[in-house]
């Protein structure tokens, strides 16, 4: 079975930067997308950043020009390096990826971030 491990989460104070690794084990070759997804205490969770090929990646609006997502498609991994991170970015992170065709896609588990001085 496939399966992917975030990690790279934390604390870390107003202002400063985490890197959120994930990569996906088992028999697998590819993903058509790879995307992070974020949930905060008492909210739904929602779509930080999303990576397809030959497009160019979506930010949500409240993270766009400070997180920037990339991909390792030999190694079957995502990242998303985080700046300027804000309390409000305190959150859940998930890792998700899209397969091609009819084949299952496939959440993480989830790291924790959390923004606190």
């Known amino acids: 079975q496939v399966q992917l491990v975030e990690s790279g989460g934390g604390l870390v104070q107003p202002g400063g930067s985490l890197r959120l690794s994930c990569a996906a084990s088992?028999?697998?070759?590819?993903?058509?997308?790879m995307a992070w997804y974020r949930q905060a205490p008492g909210k739904q969770r929602e779509l930080v950043a999303r990576?397809?090929?030959?497009?160019?990646?979506y930010y949500a609006d409240s993270v766009k020009d400070r997180f920037t997502i990339s991909r390792d498609d030999a190694k079957n991994a995502v990242y998303l390096e985080m700046k300027s991170l804000k309390f409000e970015d305190t959150a859940v992170y998930y890792c998700?990826?899209?397969?091609?065709?009819?084949?299952?896609?496939?959440w993480g588990q989830g790291t924790q971030v959390t923004v606190s001085s």
């Open positions: 998700y990826a899209e397969s091609y065709g009819s084949r299952p896609d496939y």
């Open positions: 088992g028999s697998i070759s590819s993903f058509y997308a």
């Open positions: 990576i397809r090929t030959l497009a160019t990646p």
